[in-house]
């Protein structure tokens, strides 16, 4: 079996002052999102977890290394995204993006070494989606923790499942919070 994809998203944001302050260098943050058909049937099914060992390395190709060219500079900070359609299961989603062979070539190709923060879930089609950035190679680094918010106007379709890759080139714009654990004496 192979996807089926209706269009692929790309959307790359560069941000110069932040709360009226000039940055040292723009903050850019890339998404790479691919809509696709949901392979999965309409009817519960067990096993979703064969069809995604099967499609997992295919979707990651088609988003991955795009989102790290797409953002154009090394990655500091990373995550994932599913979004159902409303004839689609949360599960359906999950499936996709939480396997090694999706989330791999994402990894590599950023040059991460840290799970992926995940969103998922089900809507309808322009429902916006929370992503979550951590830094790639070290998920307590507090200053890359930050959200993005993205919106493909007109997906998911009902039976679509929107899947994609977010990166960004630095942590949050003018971070300036204590190391992870400084509060309680475990820096």
Known sequence: ??????????????SMR????PLERPHVVAAVLAVIDNPYPREYVEDLVTL????????GQLVGPACVELLGEDVEAFGKVALVGTAGELEQGSALIHNLRFG???RDAAGGTELLPAA????LAGAPIDVPLKHKTNAKTRSHHQ???????DAPRE???VVGCVAANTGRPLARLATFG???GQA
């Not at 079996?1 to 560069?14: A, C, L, N, P, Y």
């Not at 959200?147 to 106007?153: E, I």
């Open 147 to 153: 959200t993005v918010t993205l919106v493909v106007p």
């Open 52 to 59: 995604a060992d099967e499609l997992g390395e295919e979707i």
């Open 104 to 106: 791999n070539v994402f």
């Open 1 to 14: 079996m192979s996807i089926t994809v209706r269009k692929i998203v790309r959307h790359r944001e560069e």
């Open 159 to 161: 039976r679509e499942i």
């Open 18 to 21: 932040e709360f009226g302050q």
């Open 182 to 184: 400084a509060e309680v």
């Open 120 to 123: 998922e879930k089900v809507g």
